[in-house]
């Protein structure tokens, strides 16, 4: 496996870029830029533990940075944290598809974890990435090692259980129409709204601030299109079983839909409750998709207790944001 100090010298050599105080959320500015190198050269000096108090602090400021999320991965990397350091780096490229360090960083956590068909898939994509980021001798080691892997990853017996597709894209181009899919099959309420002041700050940030705070890691967002999705969480709330006579025992998935509809001084929020079933021992090591083990829909949800707790979570993101 390839180590995070090989991987901090990668993300060292393209440091995100910088912009005004009227940057895009997407961009660093002056003092975050130093902030990060800082963060940086710590992870380079093997200090991953104390730059990733720094890139906490980051990260919350300016949660549409890739950057910042491949840089922690490469810190959890250092510390011994592969599983976060796949959520780090899956959050990392979807903010920006392609980013060859994250695709690095992704491809050593998977390493660490012992899955090789999915480390291979990764090197691979870094060896081939067109991103002036992927650096030559960087390439090849990817290259080595995902030849490597080859061999491992052919003799794994296939998983009997697909993979789940993510439901929504990384980019969606415009979120769907509301009214009817407010409510579930059963007739159950699963959006929560309220209109938030729309003031200096982004109200993305805003909100991708209030959803931390509340323990969710949004990985997939687009402010275009007014749309941000949390990561997959396991509920482990046991709930029947999956599979024509496998028996076998299912828990409850949620993520969160946020969709931002914003005027001129005010933005109207709806927060939509997704939920599925999946295998118990299924991961989500990126947060966008649950991998390793079958999934479905789960159309009788929520059950009463996470009704509940949507109706709390959105009353603390209403008034949080200071919404009405």
């Not at 969710?216 to 299109?225: D, G, I, M, R, T």
């Amino acid at each position: 496996m390839i180590s995070s100090l090989v991987l901090a010298a990668a993300l060292l050599a393209a440091p995100p870029p910088t912009a005004g105080a009227e940057a895009p959320a997407t961009t660093l500015n002056a003092a975050g830029l130093g902030r990060y190198q800082s963060a940086s050269l710590q992870i380079q000096s093997g200090d991953n533990a104390g730059a990733l108090l720094s890139l906490n602090a980051l990260a919350a400021e300016f949660p549409f940075v890739a950057e910042v999320f491949a840089a922690r991965c490469s810190a959890f990397l250092g510390i011994g944290s592969p599983l976060a350091a796949a959520g780090e780096c899956g959050r990392a490229l979807g903010l920006k598809p392609g980013y060859s360090p994250a695709l690095y960083g992704l491809a050593s956590a998977h390493d660490a974890l012992g899955r090789p068909a999915d480390a291979a898939e990764y090197y691979r994509r870094y060896a081939q990435s067109q991103d002036p980021n992927a650096l030559p001798d960087f390439k090849a080691r990817a290259a080595a090692r995902a030849e490597q892997l080859v061999p491992t990853a052919v003799a794994v017996s296939p998983s009997p259980y697909p993979p789940a597709p993510a439901a929504f894209p990384a980019a969606p181009a415009s979120p769907k129409p509301l009214g009817p899919e407010c409510l579930n099959a059963k007739g159950v309420k699963v959006c929560y709204q309220f209109t938030m002041p729309v003031q200096a700050e982004d109200p993305f940030q805003v909100l991708t601030r209030a959803l931390a705070i509340n323990g969710l890691s949004v990985v997939q967002a687009n402010p275009q299109a007014g749309t941000l999705v949390t990561a997959w969480q396991n509920t482990n709330f046991g709930y029947g079983f999956i599979g024509a006579g496998r028996g076998l025992g299912a828990t409850i998935w949620r993520r969160y839909l946020v969709i931002v509809a914003r005027a001129q001084r005010t933005a109207a929020v709806t927060v939509r409750l997704e939920n599925r079933r999946c295998v118990e021992g299924a991961e989500s090591p990126d947060g966008v998709s649950v991998r390793y083990g079958e999934c479905v829909e789960f159309p009788d949800g929520p059950v009463k207790k996470h009704q509940q707790q949507f109706e709390d979570l959105g009353d603390k993101l209403k008034s949080s944001v200071g919404g009405s």
